[in-house]
C-alpha cells in the first residue's frame, strides 16, 4: 500500500525506538549503522517527510540499501507497516533514474518483447555461443540458463487422470516477468500438477508483470499501470496463484480485488488422496524467500508439500530467517551488500553439504543459482513444484 504524506508521517511515529526489529535486519547487522536499521530508516523517512532533513544522496543510499525483505515488519510488536514506509518513501523521494531500469522496463511490461530476446539467447545457448557472449560482454554473466521460451494457450483443461471425469475448479496462473523468461519450467511443471489433482489452469494473455521492480525503484506510476492491466486481465472469480513469492507479495499488497495464493499453499488444501507420488530418498533443504515468509506468511505450506513425497527428508536450510540478497532487482543496483548476503546463503549449503535446495522465489533462485555456479558448487535449486511435479511423472 502507498501512503498519503500525512499517513507516512503518522505511520513512521507509530515507531516507538524499541529496535526489536535490529537484529533481524539483513543491512544493519552487515553495516552496524543505525541508518541502515529498520528504526533509522523509519526515524530518516520522519524527518524528511516533516523537512526536518533534506532529501539528499545520504537519506537515498540508506534507502536504495533496504532490501524491502520486511523481517523488520515481522518481528514489530507495534505492527508498524514498513513496508507502506518503504514503497510510499520510493514513490516520494527516490524515483529512481538507471539506465538498467529505463532499458528494461519495456521488456518487464511486455511478454512479447522479453520473448524476442529468450529467442535468440536460447538458440544461442543450444550453439554453445553463451560462454561466448559472457567473455566478450561482463554484463552476460548475470544470465541463467535459458529454457525454450514458451507460447501459453490460454487454458490448460484438466487431464482428469486422477480425479475422474469432473474438473474440481478452475485457477488462474500468474506468469510473472521474470519466471516467464528464465524459468518457464516451473510453470509447467504447475500446470501439470494442477491438472493431474484435477484443475483447469487459465492464463489470461494480457497479464503483465506484478509491478515489484518498478515499485521497488520508485516508480509508482508504472506499478499502478501494471497492477491496472492485471486486474484488468485476470477473472476475479478465480484464484490467481502465483510460482513466485516476491511476485505474490507484489499482487497481495496492490491488487486487492482479487484472491491472491502463492501455488505451495493453495496445492496443500487439495485432495492427494489419489494423486501418485513417486518416493525420493533425498535430502531436501528450503530456503524461505522473504516476501513468502514476511509478507505472504505461507513458507509452512512448502514443507508441507514436500513432505508429501515419500521418503523425502525435508530440512531448512540454516539461516533462513536472513535474506539472500536476491530481491528483485537488487543484485544488480546493490551488487556489493548481495554479494555479502550470498557469500552466507553459499556457506550454510556447503557446510550442511546440500544437493537439493527447494525454493519459490525467481529472485532467489536466479541469485543462488548463479552464486553456486561461480563457486563450482552442484547443489541445484529447484522450485517445489517441479520437484514435486518430477516425482508424479512431469518431464521436464
Ligand atoms: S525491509 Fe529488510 S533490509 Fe529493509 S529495514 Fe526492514 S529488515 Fe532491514
Ligand atoms: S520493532 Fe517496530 S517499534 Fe520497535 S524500533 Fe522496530 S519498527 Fe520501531
Redesign the pocket.
Known amino acids: 500500500m502507498t501512503l498519503s504524506l500525512k499517513e507516512l508521517t503518522a505511520e513512521a511515529d ?9 537484529p533481524h535486519c539483513p543491512t544493519y547487522r552487515k553495516t552496524g549503522s543505525e541508518a541502515d ?3 533509522g530508516r ?1 526515524q530518516l523517512i520522519r524527518a524528511v517527510s516533516q523537512d526536518i532533513l533534506p532529501n539528499n544522496a545520504r537519506f537515498k543510499e540508506h534507502i536504495d540499501l533496504c532490501l524491502s525483505c520486511r523481517s ?2 515481522s ?6 507497516n ?1 513496508g507502506a514506509l518503504v514503497d510510499t518513501t520510493r514513490a516520494l523521494y527516490i524515483q529512481k533514474k538507471s539506465l538498467w531500469l529505463t532499458l528494461a522496463k519495456p521488456f518487464i511490461r511486455h511478454r512479447y518483447l522479453s520473448q524476442a530476446i529468450t529467442w535468440p539467447l536460447w538458440l544461442m545457448s543450444k550453439l554453445n555461443l553463451i560462454r561466448v557472449l559472457k567473455r566478450v560482454m561482463p554484463a552476460a554473466k548475470l544470465l541463467p540458463t535459458i529454457q525454450k521460451p514458451m507460447v501459453w494457450q490460454s487454458i490448460y483443461p484438466t487431464t482428469q487422470t486422477t480425479q475422474g471425469a469432473v474438473s474440481l475448479g478452475a485457477v488462474s496462473l500468474f506468469l510473472g516477468c521474470a519466471t516467464n523468461a528464465f524459468d518457464n519450467r516451473t510453470l509447467r511443471a504447475s500446470i501439470y500438477v494442477l491438472n493431474t489433482l484435477g484443475y483447469d489452469v487459465h492464463i489470461p494473455n494480457a497479464q503483465t508483470c506484478c509491478g515489484s521492480i518498478a515499485r521497488q525503484a520508485g516508480d509508482d506510476i508504472e506499478a499502478n499501470k501494471l497492477i491496472k492491466r492485471n486486474a484488468e486481465s485476470f477473472n476475479t472469480a478465480m484464484p490467481i496463484l502465483s510460482t513466485a513469492s516476491g511476485c505474490g507479495a507484489g499482487l497481495k499488497d496492490y491488487l486487492t480485488t482479487h484472491r491472491i495464493e502463492d501455488i505451495s499453499t493453495f496445492l496443500v488444501t487439495c485432495d492427494w488422496s489419489k494423486a501418485e507420488v513417486a518416493p525420493l530418498q533425498e535430502r531436501i533443504y528450503v530456503q524461505d524467500p522473504c516476501s513468502l515468509r514476511n509478507v505472504l506468511k505461507a513458507q509452512k505450506a512448502v514443507y508441507d508439500l514436500l513432505k508429501k513425497i515419500p521418503g523425502a527428508d525435508v530440512q531448512a536450510l540454516p539461516g533462513n530467517s536472513q535474506c539472500c540478497g536476491g530481491a528483485g532487482a537488487y543484485s544488480v543496483t546493490q551488487p556489493e551488500m548481495a554479494n555479502q548476503l550470498l557469500n552466507d546463503k553459499l556457506a550454510a549449503i556447503m557446510a550442511n553439504q546440500v544437493t537439493i535446495l527447494a525454493t519459490s522465489n525467481i529472485g532467489c533462485s536466479l541469485h543462488l543459482s548463479r552464486g553456486l555456479e561461480s563457486a563450482h558448487v552442484s547443489a541445484h535449486v529447484m522450485h517445489p513444484v517441479e520437484i514435486i511435479a518430477k516425482q508424479m511423472g512431469f518431464d521436464a
Open positions: 507509530r515507531c516507538v525506538a524499541c529496535g526489536l526489529c535490529l536499521s529498520p528504526r523509519i523488520c515488519e518481528a514489530c510488536p507495534n505492527s508498524v514498513y
